[in-house]
């Protein structure tokens, strides 16, 4: 079956540096991987999105990768601030059909 | 985002019940999505909608009904409550054609006990 996964585990970065989030997927390589954010008590929110060709995209500090031979897609925040912290989500196409598959999210914690 | 609503954003209910959580947007969009999120689990859809005639079933659909009364409104129907059904609900909506991109709604914490 078709499955995201994501770190369950929190991730601790420094204030100032690159936190970087990984998400593998399982099956055939989707037609793109999404990026969300999350804050508590808060709906998921849009970040970006990559297609399968195309290696990497950028929006202000952050980056994500897709790497269909590895299966598996990394988010990249630079000059990490604590603004940054929050959950994080990855979503994949199903390949039957338009809906979405999530991971359960990564917690990035950024530190001062 | 407050162009999708939820409402309530919190209810405790007991085993049995019927309850109706609701969903309102004012983006225009013809796509809507009813979600529940657990611990330690990904975003699970339970029902989605593409328009006012068109409603399909999630993967998690059992024990769950919906209806959209408008396009602009999308409820989740629990017609009688269990305890693990207790979660966190969110309802998400898309643009045809670019339903890669959801837009959520705060959410409904729900408490069945």
């Known amino acids: 079956s078709q499955k995201i996964e994501q770190n369950s585990e929190a991730l601790n970065i420094q204030e100032g540096k690159t936190a970087t989030l990984t998400c593998n997927y399982t099956?055939?390589?989707?037609?793109?991987l999404q990026w969300y954010r999350q804050d508590p008590g808060r709906g998921p929110v849009f970040l970006l999105l990559?297609?399968?060709n195309e290696k990497e995209k950028r929006k202000e500090r952050l980056k994500v990768t897709f790497d269909t031979t590895l299966k598996q897609s990394l988010f990249h925040i630079t000059a990490s601030q604590p603004a940054d912290s929050a959950t994080y989500l990855c979503?994949?196409?199903?390949?039957?059909?338009?809906?979405?598959?999530w991971g359960a999210g990564t917690k990035l914690i950024i530190k001062p | 985002d407050a162009d999708v609503t939820q409402t309530p954003r919190n209810r405790i209910t007991k085993t049995g019940k019927r309850i109706m959580l609701e969903c309102s947007q004012t983006?225009?969009?013809?796509?809507m999505y009813w979600y529940r999120q657990d611990p330690g689990l990904g975003l699970r859809l339970i029902y989605y909608?593409?328009?006012?005639?068109?409603?399909n079933k999630g993967e998690i659909s059992d024990g769950y009904s919906v209806s959209r009364q408008a396009q602009a409104k999308f409820s989740l129907s629990l017609e009688s409550a269990i305890p693990n059904q207790t979660a966190l609900y969110f309802c998400?909506?898309?643009?045809?054609?670019?339903?890669?991109?959801?837009?959520f709604g705060p959410g409904t914490r729900l408490l069945v006990l």
């Open positions: 099956n055939y390589s989707p037609a793109y």
């Open positions: 998400a909506t898309s643009e045809p054609g670019k339903e890669e991109t959801q837009y």
């Open positions: 990559i297609r399968e």
């Open positions: 909608s593409f328009d006012v005639k068109d409603i």
């Open positions: 983006k225009g969009h013809d796509r």
């Open positions: 979503a994949r196409r199903r390949d039957s059909n338009y809906q979405l598959i």
